[in-house]
């Protein structure tokens, strides 16, 4: 047997007991005719003593040969601590120790292994083992553990089944690139890694699973911004005989039962916004509503003066910054230049001043007058001591970048509060997007949603203007998950392709499978993915979700630790018949 107890357990009523305990060397203290070793697990930490007068002469020796992250095993007894340590909940005992075995030595490790350690990013993550064995790191594998086991109980609890779908599969769209994988036995032919099991968990539904759910792998081969992952986790859920409302209604109870098992929070129903008005309001399909600074649209009042800028722009729009009057002229010229940054890419800022006397002080007095601006101050909500910031141009871009200001100030004004939970439903999104390099319509969330029976008849006038059953979940302005009702039907999925820019041949390829499938008996059926890292993370009170992975890729998709991705020798290629494709 390897030990009696963990790391973590003893306490002080286990003292005089006579305990084996195996672990690492957190560190020692030799006092020559004491030593003192912090003995570490995952459960924690336990202080033995070697000491002269009770220890033998040669596990005293032993002793002193010990270094940093040596593997041990000890036989002692439980005593009371002399100075205890009411830091951690062994701290009132330690083990005096007969008998020592070193399990296997180690090297100095390349950081330190502790919570606040020396190493930078890119060693921890070459040493990542080492880095796991940090509480910071542990603990948060530990509470993505939990998450999923969770998640796994109240989906089991609602009769979801969990089903595990390939990988090795045909290139889905999703919008994003495909991983490939050559084919060894089909020379030139490839396999795909899923984007998402899309597919096939509507296949699960023609199959009458009725309530499939899977906590699983999907791969984009995107270019990596920051904070994604090339493969990450979905809790990928699909449900038939039913509609919007009811998975609206039961994955807002997931989410519920995770703020309720995890923080003790209760939240009530999840307020619901339609796209639209997220975009009018926020300037963004995920907003952050923990805190205020809504957008007012300024056109109807602001475009009948002089003012060229606003005349021209077809949007005129603001945000009250709460108690902001008094921002400085250098404050606020420092704004002006963050908008303009490149990155957000405004060309200039018109801003109000509500001062307390109730005098309204803008830069562009010389345009407007006071009853002017206190109507601008109406529709931004603003009051006195507050600072109107205004932007103006094209619709779009100008709400992007507004939203962008509105983000910055929620972090810098400490608004975005990582304790404070606000989920909200954004529905009713296009279905279609229309994307200006290869000027036609893309699916929006995937060619297998389904318009609104309502919108349909815009899809041969204005295809721009349809809206789809398609919902996402928003928490603290990202998007944790989103789905829709799908397309259970051949002919209006031929014409969904059809719109898409496939031709009958080119659908008929690609999605024949599912097609066809939709001709033996789908049921009506929709669902949704959540992703699985960014929910942890947010949970857990942390922007990134690398945190959260045990062996995570870095900024370009490397893993440093194994260092992939890799060239493969020339025999490799040959036989997967790749040696003459790259000559070629
Ligand atoms: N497959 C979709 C995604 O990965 C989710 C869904 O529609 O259920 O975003």
Redesign the pocket.
Known sequence: MYRSQNCGELRIADVNKEVTLAGWVQKSRDKGFMIWVDLRDRYGITQLIFDEARTEARVMQLAKSLGREFVIQVKGTVIERESKNNNIPTGEIEVLVSELTILNEAQLPPFTIEDETDGGEDIRMKYRYLDIRRNPVKNSLLFRHKVAQEVRNYLSNLDFCEVETPYLIKSTP?GARDFVVPSRMNPGQFYALP??P?TFKQLLMVAGMDRYFQIVK?FRDEDLRADRQPEFT?I?C?MSFIEQEDILNVFEGLTRHLLKKIHNIDIQKFPRMTFDEAMRTYGNDKPDIRFGMKFGELNAIAQHKEFGVFNSAELVVGIAVPGAASYTRKEIDALIDWVKRPQVGASGMVYVKCEASGQYKSSVDKFYDQADLAKWAEATGAKEGDLILVLSGPANKTRAQLSALRMELGNRMGLRKPEEFSPLWVVDFPLLEWDEETERYHAM??PFTSPKPEDMHLLDTDPGKVRANAYDLVLNGNEIG???IRIHDKEMQALMFKHLGFTPEQAQEQFGFLMNAFQYGAPPHG???FGLDRLVAILGGQETIRDFIAFPKNNSGRDVMIDAPAPVDQAQLEELSLALALKA
């Open positions: 999703e984007q998402s899309q999907c979905q990928d699909e969330h995937h989103g789905g829709s669902g949704l993915a």
